[in-house]
């Protein structure tokens, strides 16, 4: 059966992410893809696939060196859908380059929802990228 309910695609299953026939799952997705493993690394996060996702992700969180994680984290993840949906629905191969461009635009934006101290350490996170 179809993952992609209510759209009819194609057969394929596959990740589109990334290069290898590796099933479009949701620990795919977010913890063993090869390309999110780059935009994980890219914005200081990296997990460890062997744990369960909520225990993974709450040890990333203990681990995190940056601050305000969820909203980086959260900000990471959607973009990397993004980047995801664009393909499936758009036709427009997923890049790196392009998901960093979301990504910074989007912690930008962030910058004026949080404190100086905090919109001043985003930019230093964006400045870094
Ligand atoms: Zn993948």
Redesign the pocket.
Known sequence: MPKRRHYHIDDIE?????T?P?E?TID??IF?????QHCWAKIGISYNSNSSRIEATIRVKENYSGRIFFEIFTITACNIWKERNNYIFNQINPTHNSWLERTTTDLSWLRYRVSTDLSDYITSLVNNL
Not at 14 to 18: D, Q
Not at 32 to 36: G, K, L, P, V
Request: proline fraction near 0%; include cysteine; hydrophobic fraction near 20%.
């Open positions: 596959s990740c589109v992410l990334c290898t590796e479009e795919h997705l063993n893809c090869q390309y999110n």
